[in-house]
């Protein structure tokens, strides 16, 4: 009875192995994934500026992959080594990668365009290129902001404002004298009036004795 106990415990431990088996080959034939190390994108970079190892690799959006190595190789040459998910993509020969800065804080991601057409060879390396983000118009905002407060510094120089006082002054002077009925030009416009108006009243006079 024992043995026949041991029997039936075996027989139900190794089917269920057999199982367990079945189901982690199974699940990673389906998925066409192969024991060993996921692909590798080689991509060259002039500058990565501050991209680092585990900064993600995304497609539209979405990580597909991460940096896996960074290797300079000469001044201007810098090496980055991705993996990325077999299932999700396959780097095509017009395939294309672009740093790009994610966040104020100036992380780096970089972009990938798997392309169209026929696979990329292995071993193959793309030339990467440099996007302008966030980060990027952010130090430009500041640049302005750094010439914007230098023509503000120029403007409070206290010649400059001795020379705008003295301009305002003057201004002030010109309409003064122009508002001026007895002084300005407006006395002699008045002064042209008056007389118009009495040589006016006199010929008003002279007409109404001709009429009598």
Known sequence: ???????????????VLVGLALFVFGTVWLRGRAWGNPPVLRV????????KE????RVSGAVVGTVEEIKLEAPGRVMVSITYD???ITPATNASAALVSVGMLGD???D???GTGSPLPEGTVITGTAVRGLFDA?????GQASTTMTSLNAMLDPALVSDLRRTLASSERLMQYLANERTGPMAE???TMRSLQGLSRRFDSTLAAVDA
């Open 138 to 142: 952010g130090t430009d905002l500041m």
């Open 44 to 51: 060259a970079f002039e500058n990565i500026m501050t991209l």
């Open 1 to 15: 009875m024992k043995f026949n106990s041991y029997y039936r415990e075996a027989t139900v431990g190794l089917i």
């Open 86 to 88: 077999r299932d999700l």
């Open 54 to 57: 585990g900064s993600p690799v």
């Open 112 to 114: 990938l365009d798997p």
């Open 189 to 191: 416009v008045n002064e």
């Open 108 to 110: 780096m991601a970089i």
